[in-house]
């Protein structure tokens, strides 16, 4: 079930004993208020999604999204869910020429631009914000030919009421790191080893699960290059 940011933490006060001394909820335990486990609850998300961006970032991916494209504007905002600036694709169609808008990523390169040149971009930084930068300068102002596929962030769970959109398949392994990291001040309690250890089977079994995903309309297995992996617990 997609359980909302509320629900997760009554599941964990619960299953962790971190009510009040009069069962309360609301109030929490003195050695672990809700507000902490709510941040607990985030940090695992994080995790969670970044695993799944390094093994099956498809899951996330959004799009086409278009670009309102300004004559003589070279740089345009990313989109506000954006996960660590990952674009998967950008697409220009006019509606008689189309073809996908290549990434420079080689600096020199943008010495040799010309005005008449296919579109290419860059991420940039500019001091306040990192944005898509567009070469050469637009010469068309334009909201429909420039479409961005992009991979997002997972929800950020903020209020009481937003529902966490991590794979249903993968929500115990949330809720077992989130029980783990929100005992993490009680090193003796027997419940914080053993969500631990559920902690580490589930991460294992959901790498093990995405490394096996199948892209759509293709016959091979996707085997990404995962050497660099050592599930560890933190």
Same mark, same amino acid.
């Not at 695992?44 to 504007?73: E, R």
């Not at 199948?214 to 933190?234: H, L, R």
């Given at each position: 079930?997609?359980?909302?940011?509320?629900?997760?933490?009554?599941?964990?006060?619960?299953?962790?004993?971190? +009510?009040?001394?009069?069962?309360?909820?609301t109030?929490?335990?003195?050695?672990?208020?809700?507000?902490?486990?709510?941040?607990?609850?985030?940090?695992?998300?994080?995790?969670? +999604?970044?695993?799944?961006?390094?093994?099956?970032?498809?899951?996330? +991916?959004?799009?086409?999204?278009?670009?309102?494209?300004?004559?003589?504007?070279?740089?345009?905002?990313?989109?506000?869910?954006?996960y660590?600036?990952?674009?998967?694709?950008?697409?220009?169609?006019?509606?008689s020429?189309?073809?996908?808008?290549?990434?420079?990523?080689?600096?020199?390169?943008?010495?040799?631009?010309?005005?008449?040149?296919?579109?290419?971009?860059?991420?940039?930084?500019?001091?306040?914000?990192?944005?898509?930068?567009?070469?050469?300068?637009?010469?068309?102002?334009?909201?429909?030919?420039?479409?961005?596929?992009?991979?997002?962030?997972? *929800?950020a769970?903020?209020?009481?009421?937003?529902?966490?959109?991590?794979?249903?398949?993968?929500?115990?392994?949330?809720?077992?790191?989130?029980?783990?990291?929100?005992?993490?001040?009680?090193?003796?309690?027997?419940?914080?080893?053993?969500?631990?250890?559920?902690?580490?089977?589930?991460?294992?079994?959901?790498?093990?699960?995405?490394? *096996?995903r199948?892209?759509? *309309?293709?016959?091979?297995?996707?085997?990404?290059?995962?050497?660099?992996?050592?599930?560890?617990?933190?």
């Open positions: 079930m997609a359980y909302t940011l509320l629900q997760m933490c009554e599941i964990v006060q619960k299953d962790c004993d971190l +009510q009040s001394s009069t069962g309360s909820l109030t929490g335990s003195r050695r672990v208020e809700p507000a902490d486990i709510k941040r607990k609850i985030g940090e695992v998300v994080k995790i969670v +999604q970044a695993h799944i961006h390094n093994l099956y970032a498809d899951y996330f +991916q959004v799009g086409p999204i278009a670009l309102n494209v300004i004559a003589g504007t070279a740089e345009y905002a990313l989109p506000a869910s954006i660590l600036n990952k674009v998967r694709r950008f697409f220009y169609n006019n509606g020429l189309k073809y996908t808008i290549d990434r420079i990523t080689d600096i020199d390169d943008t010495q040799d631009v010309e005005a008449a040149d296919d579109y290419r971009y860059m991420i940039i930084d500019n001091g306040t914000a990192q944005r898509i930068r567009i070469y050469p300068t637009p010469r068309e102002t334009t909201a429909t030919f420039f479409t961005l596929w992009f991979y997002r962030r997972a *929800k769970l903020t209020l009481d009421a937003d529902i966490m959109d991590i794979p249903d398949e993968f929500e115990d392994t949330v809720l077992s790191g989130s029980k783990y990291r929100a005992l993490m001040k009680e090193i003796n309690n027997p419940l914080r080893q053993m969500y631990k250890d559920e902690y580490g089977e589930g991460l294992a079994l959901m790498i093990e699960t995405l490394k *096996k199948f892209p759509d *309309k293709q016959g091979e297995q996707i085997e990404p290059d995962t050497s660099f992996y050592e599930v560890s617990v933190a």
